[in-house]
């Protein structure tokens, strides 16, 4: 099993920065791939951003290009959302998730969740 503990989160203004942090404790050496998720009430959770833990593929969803960036430290167990120039419409419940499987890139491929952390910007 893997346990998520998230940390991070608030309110900030629009234009402002936030940092998530994920930290990951038990089976952490059989993650393959390890994401962040938001939603909104009413809305499906909808994928952020997601990394391989050991390797170097990367995705980002258009919304957050060029904004969000996702980071891990294997040594920490450690995963990393930077947020930058946020916007109202980022505000959400933001939940990172963790996958055994090396092609996960669906919400029913996580296995594991952290317990969600809200962002909300305001304008």
């Known amino acids: 099993q893997v346990q998520l503990v998230q940390s991070g989160g608030g309110l900030v203004q629009a234009g402002d920065s936030l940092r998530l942090s994920c930290a990951a404790s038990?089976?952490?050496?059989?993650?393959?791939?390890v994401a962040w998720f938001r939603q909104v009430p009413g809305k499906e959770r909808e994928l952020v951003a997601a990394i391989s833990w050991y390797g170097t593929s990367q995705y980002y969803a258009d919304s957050v290009k060029g904004r969000f960036t996702i980071s891990r430290d294997t040594g920490l167990n450690t995963l990393y959302l930077q947020m930058n120039s946020l916007k109202p419409g980022d505000t959400a419940v933001y939940y990172c998730a963790a996958s055994p499987r090396p092609t996960a890139k669906e919400r029913g491929d996580f296995d594991y969740w952290g317990q969600g952390t809200q962002v909300t910007v305001s304008s």
């Open positions: 038990g089976r952490t050496y059989s993650n393959s791939v």
